[in-house]
């Protein structure tokens, strides 16, 4: 919800998906494809920049996004680290078979940058450009409609859902529903149970009711928005220069 609320109170509101998506996605294709963790590093801190300084992304907001995918970062990360084995020269730490060597913690350093920078190009995407256009974009760029349609539809389902949670949460806590462990979770199930409910009557009604008006493209989109020379070449920059600088590590 935040992240929507801030989506459309973004300065990058009003540019054009396309150049959004050149930057975004472009900064997204080199972290992704990158064997320099430094250049991982610079691209995750490059789009935490942009997103804090140009596109007015509350910090809090910003860092409380990222820490979900961090959490699994780290837990893959750790998995990749470690070595079940006998000891050798280069162990970084070794418990009987468990151990760590320096090759393993370097391919998790890589693997957790590139997964951490590669996250922060997308959100900077999410943050900065409401569902609604995105749907929009996808239409034109010639996405098949079923695909958008189920995309538009999940999208409205998130608020139906959310809205449902938490009057049935209110009505529980009215209840005392939550004064003991063994209450919440009694209380946490049930509340489970009856978004379920919830969710599968809803989407029946969305189904029938986008089959009765030709489905989601029945609906008016957001016209294409202008797209801005200067913003587009320097995303260009911004993807060539790294995108070179991730060759030239390579190399």
Do not use: N
Not at 59 to 83: I, K
Not at 108 to 133: D, F, N
Not at 188 to 194: E, N, S
Request: proline share 5%.
């Amino acid at each position: 919800m935040q992240l929507d609320d801030a989506a459309w109170s973004s300065p990058w509101r009003r540019r054009s998906v396309a150049e959004k998506a050149l930057l975004c996605l472009g900064l997204l294709l080199v972290a992704a494809t990158t064997g320099s963790p430094v250049v991982a590093a610079v691209v995750g801190l490059l789009v935490t920049g942009l997103a804090l300084l140009t596109a007015m992304v509350p910090p809090g907001l910003w860092w409380r996004v990222l820490l979900g995918p961090a959490v699994f970062v780290a837990v893959g990360a750790v998995t990749v680290a470690l070595d079940l084995g006998a000891a050798t020269g280069s162990d970084v730490w070794r418990l009987g078979p468990v151990g760590m060597t320096t090759s393993g913690v370097e391919t998790a350093l890589l693997v957790s940058l590139r997964a951490l920078a590669a996250t922060s190009a997308m959100l900077l995407l999410a943050a900065t450009t409401p569902m609604v256009e995105v749907l929009s974009a996808l239409r034109r760029v010639g996405v098949p409609g079923p695909v958008v349609d189920v995309a538009a539809v999940m999208y409205r389902m998130i608020f139906g859902l959310l809205e449902a949670m938490a009057a049935i949460r209110e009505a529980q806590v009215g209840r005392l529903g939550y004064a003991s462990g063994r209450a919440a979770r009694r209380s946490l199930g049930q509340l489970v149970a009856a978004v379920m409910v919830r969710a599968w009557t809803r989407a029946t009604r969305l189904e029938d009711g986008l089959a009765g008006r030709g489905g989601v493209e029945a609906v008016p989109m957001v016209p294409a928005r202008p797209v801005s020379l200067p913003f587009a070449l320097a995303a260009i920059v911004l993807v060539t220069v790294t995108g070179a600088a991730s060759v030239l590590v390579a190399l």
